[in-house]
């Protein structure tokens, strides 16, 4: 039995999508739980050269042998959840996509609200997905919960019970934490924050499991750093400099353009402590090393990024057992076995 949770070293935007699709096989895990703040996220999955993008379905749904389930803390939005069901019909996510009862609804009020408020769409630069006021209408305990939705009731489940209950007969369970340690509301770059905490012990609060039941933490890091709307961000490079090195990107949510950075090994070593990290994925090693693109062996790395990896170990005493090389599932080094 192992319960890992799956975190957002940054800003979001790791490379998460492919950590997750990569780590869960058909075998295990049981269920694959999506934690974290709601729809505001934007996961991309490429599986069997298609390229998907979600928002609030587990992106471990290509793994047809899981159970998928969205613990209590995340926010759905009924028009969301209902598209991806129908966009991701070819994985029978239908069949196996489950919603704890007690999640808090986003309704069409909360988007408008979040698109029209000068503050948070403007000055925060939010995704306008209306997470920020339905966690706001929540925390005042007036929103509507999942178990009330009429339209829900075939995929309401005890998602909290269904895992803990897995876990007890010898299962796997993995959870699938959205954002990133520094749109935390308590740890990030405040206010230009998310409407939640997005770090480990949260992500296990979501789903309803206890601390002492977690087994793994996986913190994705990307070798360099992005960030969508505003806020600090002591390593940004310029747009001329981003597009130097070809690591300019869009977001999947809202298409803006990324604000772009180098790797912060101070903000690195805090987002491990704070999540406890025992595990390190690192992703878009060939982007910062081109030389290296679609490497699957540690030896074939050049030297200069055995380095890089050497001192992101070094200095956060965390294992980076997972080194991403490439968008395929195949271009990925696995020290899991060698280093654990
Ligand atoms: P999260 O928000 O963390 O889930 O990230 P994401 O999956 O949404 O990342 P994003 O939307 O930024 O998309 C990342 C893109 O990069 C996707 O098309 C991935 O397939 C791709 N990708 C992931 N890992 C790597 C990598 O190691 N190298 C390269 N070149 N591309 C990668
Ligand atoms: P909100 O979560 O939509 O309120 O947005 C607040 C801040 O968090 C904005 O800067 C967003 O760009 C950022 N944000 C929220 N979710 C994500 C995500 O999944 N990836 C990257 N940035 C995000
Ligand atoms: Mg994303």
Redesign the pocket.
């Known amino acids: 039995m192992t319960c890992s949770i799956l975190t957002g070293g940054a800003?979001?935007?790791e490379g998460k999508g492919k950590c997750i699709t990569y780590l869960c096989n058909n075998d295990k895990p049981d269920i694959i739980a999506r934690a974290g703040?709601g729809p505001?996220?934007?996961h991309s999955v490429e599986f069997n050269g298609e390229k998907y993008g979600l928002r609030l379905i587990p992106s471990g749904f290509v793994h047809t042998g899981a159970k998928l389930m969205i613990g209590a803390g995340v926010l759905v939005d009924p028009e969301v959840f209902f598209h991806e069901l129908e966009y991701l019909n070819k994985y029978d996510v239908k069949g196996r996509t489950l919603v704890d009862g007690r999640c808090a609804i986003i309704k069409p009020e909360h988007r408008e609200r979040?698109k029209h408020s000068d503050y948070?769409s403007k000055k925060?630069?939010?995704?306008?997905?209306g997470?920020?006021p339905a966690n706001s209408d929540r925390v005042l305990r007036i929103a509507d919960l999942a178990k009330d939705v009429p339209e829900l009731e075939d995929y309401i489940t005890d998602v909290s019970l269904a895992i803990n209950e897995t876990l007890d007969e010898g299962n796997d369970v993995f959870v699938e934490g959205?954002?990133?340690f520094s749109?935390s509301l308590y740890y990030g770059t405040y206010p230009?924050?998310?409407?939640k905490d997005t770090c480990a012990s949260t992500f296990a609060a979501d789903v309803g499991v206890g601390p002492t039941k977690v087994d793994e933490v996986i913190t994705v890091f990307k070798s360099y750093i992005t960030?969508?709307?505003?806020?600090p961000f002591p390593t940004e490079i310029t747009q001329e400099e981003a597009e130097a090195k070809n690591i300019e990107e869009y977001?999947v949510?809202?298409g803006r353009r990324r604000r772009v950075g180098l790797f912060d090994m101070d903000l690195a070593k805090e987002s491990c402590r704070i999540n406890g990290t025992t595990q390190i994925a690192l992703t878009c090693v060939d982007k910062l090393y081109p030389d290296c693109a679609k490497t699957q062996d540690f030896s074939d790395l050049s030297g200069e990024t055995k380095k890089f990896i050497d001192d992101i170990q070094t200095e956060t005493g965390v294992p980076v057992t997972i080194i991403s090389t490439g968008p395929d599932l195949k271009d990925t080094i696995d020290l899991r076995d060698e280093l654990l």
Do not use: F
């Open positions: 800003w979001g935007d703040v505001n996220a934007g979040d948070l925060i630069g939010s995704t306008g997905s997470c920020g959205s954002q990133g749109l230009y924050v998310t409407s960030r969508v709307g505003a806020g977001g949510v809202t």
